[in-house]
């Protein structure tokens, strides 16, 4: 930069665009999803809100429940992985690893987008006089309003309208687009996304109902329960419907004492028997403030306590190891709770679990950053922040099983690059061997990122 000696720098503008996560479809089944604050059920059409109560658990992959039939569960006409990994050159997707990858469903299948988005529908058009949100609903008709799968959607569908609304109201400037998408296999999904606002450069959070198949192996690869909880006997490559229902979000505030923050919730089922729930929430700041830390962690800690005192410390160091960017050796950033292949529980108590840890999002978010909205920062200390942003793009890159999988997959057609890059800053920055000076504040929270610590 002229009158400075300056490292030589290279910045990106990495591809943005919180577009949508997956696709959605307007069913000619019963109904909407109406969320709304305090609203009851309503025969006709699908009134939920925060208080209503969740009915009993009917859906036939409850453990115990019957198998369907190998006829009936392949109604859905999908894209299998192993039809698309085939002329991909996608051999390393038969190992136990890639088919892990292969199940980005199990970390973020929606990222994987695709479909063509509706015609229009404006915001006007999708929201009633009274403020209420329609939702319509993106699962299978045959998947009823008060199955495990229609009732996680509802869950993410008002989380989705609960988030968006709070963030919107904290920024006090910008406001969520809405865009709704569609997928040929069925289901599909809704991108809300905020840019350029008073605190957030940009902030998405996308909800996806997925539809879809994959191999035996990449199901045995992936889960250990496959075959075991139906006495399903799986043979080699017989392809294996599955369904996947997730919300996720991240947010890049502008001021670098502001994290990043980032959650991922989802419920999968084959439809031979096999279902679990996974995701978490993770924060990643640029400088630290251990009280910022103490209180993020705690409000997990208290999520987590209230269904098993063992979950917090297992799901944090989870997501210790699993944010780890080896190349680097140290993390994205300092972590939260990360759980998969989760289903020790009920399907009622999981469900629960996942509702309650979204509507702590803005409990532990919000505080952090209305303390430090206002701080003033200098130039140098924008630049660590851009320069830990080129951290949080190199994990989502290289490592993330859903971001790899949806980038190998965009030859085959199933994939959308806004969708699959959705979590990537607009901007970052990379330094030629950039060394954080010793007993500064960024060499702080270096040692934080490799040392993963106890916060609370």
């Given at each position: 930069?002229?009158?400075?000696?300056?490292?030589?720098?290279?910045?990106?503008?990495?591809?943005?665009?919180?577009?949508?996560?997956?696709?959605?479809?307007?069913?000619?089944?019963?109904?909407?999803?109406?969320?709304?604050?305090?609203?009851?059920?309503?025969?006709?059409?699908?009134?939920?809100?925060?208080?209503?109560?969740?009915?009993?658990?009917?859906?036939?992959?409850?453990?115990?429940?019957?198998?369907?039939?190998?006829?009936?569960?392949?109604?859905?006409?999908?894209?299998?992985?192993?039809?698309?990994?085939?002329?991909?050159?996608?051999?390393?997707?038969?190992?136990?690893?890639?088919?892990?990858?292969?199940?980005?469903?199990?970390?973020?299948?929606?990222?994987?987008?695709?479909?063509?988005?509706?015609?229009?529908?404006?915001?006007?058009?999708?929201?009633?006089?009274?403020?209420?949100?329609?939702?319509?609903?993106?699962?299978?008709?045959?998947?009823?309003?008060?199955?495990?799968?229609?009732?996680?959607?509802?869950?993410?569908?008002?989380?989705?309208?609960?988030?968006?609304?709070?963030?919107?109201?904290?920024?006090?400037?910008?406001?969520?687009?809405?865009?709704?998408?569609?997928?040929?296999?069925?289901?599909?999904?809704?991108?809300?996304?905020?840019?350029?606002?008073?605190?957030?450069?940009?902030?998405?959070?996308?909800?996806?109902?997925?539809?879809?198949?994959?191999?035996?192996?990449?199901?045995?690869?992936?889960?250990?329960?496959?075959?075991?909880?139906?006495?399903?006997?799986?043979?080699?490559?017989?392809?294996?419907?599955?369904?996947?229902?997730?919300?996720?979000?991240?947010?890049?505030?502008?001021?670098?004492?502001?994290?990043?923050?980032?959650?991922?919730?989802?419920?999968?089922?084959?439809?031979?028997?096999?279902?679990?729930?996974?995701?978490?929430?993770?924060?990643?700041?640029?400088?630290?403030?251990?009280?910022?830390?103490?209180?993020?962690?705690?409000?997990?800690?208290?999520?987590?306590?209230?269904?098993?005192?063992?979950?917090?410390?297992?799901?944090?160091?989870?997501?210790?190891?699993?944010?780890?960017?080896?190349?680097?050796?140290?993390?994205?950033?300092?972590?939260?709770?990360?759980?998969?292949?989760?289903?020790?529980?009920?399907?009622?108590?999981?469900?629960?679990?996942?509702?309650?840890?979204?509507?702590?999002?803005?409990?532990?978010y919000l505080p952090i950053l209305k303390k430090h909205r206002n701080r003033g920062f200098s130039e140098k200390q924008k630049d660590w922040q851009q320069i830990r942003r080129g951290r949080y793009a190199e994990f989502n890159l290289v490592y993330d099983r859903g971001t790899v999988f949806g980038l190998k997959m965009l030859k085959g057609g199933a994939g959308?690059?806004?969708?699959?890059?959705?979590?990537?800053?607009?901007?970052?920055?990379?330094?030629?061997?950039?060394?954080?000076?010793?007993?500064?504040?960024?060499?702080?929270?270096?040692?934080?990122?490799?040392?993963?610590?106890?916060?609370?």
């Amino acid at each position: 930069m002229p009158g400075k000696n300056r490292k030589r720098v290279l910045r990106a503008s990495l591809a943005g665009g919180f577009a949508a996560a997956a696709a959605s479809v307007a069913l000619p089944g019963p109904g909407c999803f109406l969320t709304t604050a305090g609203a009851g059920r309503k025969s006709g059409s699908v009134l939920s809100g925060s208080r209503s109560s969740l009915p009993l658990w009917p859906h036939r992959c409850v453990p115990g429940g019957p198998v369907p039939n190998r006829v009936t569960a392949g109604r859905r006409r999908a894209t299998g992985i192993d039809e698309i990994a085939g002329g991909l050159g996608l051999g390393e997707l038969a190992g136990a690893g890639a088919a892990a990858a292969a199940l980005g469903i199990a970390a973020e299948m929606f990222q994987i987008g695709g479909g063509a988005p509706e015609k229009s529908t404006t915001d006007e058009q999708q929201t009633r006089s009274n403020g209420t949100v329609v939702h319509e609903r993106l699962c299978d008709p045959n998947d009823g309003p008060d199955s495990v799968r229609g009732r996680f959607e509802m869950i993410c569908a008002e989380a989705q309208e609960k988030i968006c609304k709070t963030i919107e109201d904290f920024d006090g400037k910008a406001t969520f687009s809405r865009e709704r998408y569609l997928k040929d296999a069925g289901g599909g999904g809704v991108s809300r996304v905020l840019r350029n606002g008073e605190v957030f450069e940009k902030a998405g959070v996308n909800l996806s109902v997925v539809y879809s198949q994959m191999p035996a192996e990449a199901l045995r690869a992936a889960t250990t329960k496959a075959g075991k909880e139906t006495g399903l006997k799986l043979e080699p490559g017989e392809k294996v419907p599955f369904f996947a229902c997730g919300l996720s979000c991240v947010m890049h505030p502008k001021n670098p004492f502001c994290p990043t923050m980032h959650f991922n919730y989802r419920y999968f089922a084959t439809e031979f028997g096999v279902w679990w729930f996974g995701g978490g929430t993770d924060i990643t700041p640029s400088y630290l403030d251990v009280e910022d830390m103490k209180h993020f962690h705690g409000t997990y800690k208290n999520v987590c306590d209230q269904f098993d005192p063992s979950w917090y410390p297992r799901f944090k160091k989870w997501a210790d190891e699993y944010f780890l960017i080896p190349h680097r050796g140290e993390t994205r950033g300092l972590g939260g709770i990360f759980f998969d292949d989760f289903n020790s529980q009920t399907p009622e108590e999981h469900m629960r679990f996942s509702r309650n840890c979204l509507n702590a999002v803005t409990e532990a978010y919000l505080p952090i950053l209305k303390k430090h909205r206002n701080r003033g920062f200098s130039e140098k200390q924008k630049d660590w922040q851009q320069i830990r942003r080129g951290r949080y793009a190199e994990f989502n890159l290289v490592y993330d099983r859903g971001t790899v999988f949806g980038l190998k997959m965009l030859k085959g057609g199933a994939g959308r690059i806004e969708s699959i890059l959705m979590s990537l800053p607009e901007t970052a920055r990379w330094e030629y061997c950039h060394v954080p000076e010793e007993g500064s504040p960024e060499a702080e929270i270096m040692d934080a990122f490799k040392n993963p610590r106890e916060w609370v």
